[in-house]
């Protein structure tokens, strides 16, 4: 399982949900969370923290999301040199159940559909780095 001492950034337009995602994480253990309402808000995170060298280690987010959504933010991850292996966790509404294939496709880790509970969150986590560690 990824260790407490990951660095993770959550991405969601919706306080709320970003506020549920931190609970759960701070339950399991986490503590260095980041978080920002768009991908781009998202993207500055992560290079000024990889300029930091405090790189992000796992990001979670929502899909859709204004100015810049989930997959375009997962499209750029992938295509960077330097942060192209970054775990993502896309968080999906039901109504995109139909989109997930898009996302596997453009290399989501792993993908959670909204609402769900800490135990899911914690399971899907737990494939995600089981993956990453074989
Ligand atoms: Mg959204």
């Known amino acids: 399982m990824f260790p407490p001492s990951t660095r993770?950034?959550?991405?969601?337009?919706?306080?709320?949900i970003?506020?549920?995602?931190?609970?759960?994480?701070r339950s399991l253990?986490?503590?260095?969370?980041?978080?920002?309402?768009?991908g781009q808000e998202g993207?500055?995170?992560?290079?000024?923290?990889?300029?930091?060298?405090?790189?992000?280690?796992?990001?979670?987010s929502d899909w859709n999301m204004p100015v810049m959504s989930g997959l375009?933010?997962?499209?750029?991850?992938?295509?960077?040199?330097?942060?192209g292996q970054m775990p993502f966790v896309l968080l999906t509404s039901e109504a995109e159940r139909d989109q997930v294939t898009e996302a596997v496709l453009a290399g989501a880790s792993q993908y959670i559909v909204k609402p769900f509970s800490g135990k899911v969150l914690e399971e899907k986590l737990k494939g995600v780095w089981a993956k990453i560690k074989k």
């Open 8 to 16: 993770v950034l959550i991405l969601d337009d919706m306080q709320s």
């Open 29 to 38: 253990g986490y503590q260095e969370l980041y978080e920002a309402e768009n």
């Open 43 to 60: 993207l500055k995170i992560l290079v000024e923290r990889y300029a930091h060298s405090q790189p992000i280690q796992l990001v979670i």
């Open 18 to 25: 970003r506020d549920l995602v931190k609970g759960h994480l």
């Open 72 to 83: 375009e933010l997962l499209k750029q991850i992938r295509a960077s040199t330097t942060m």
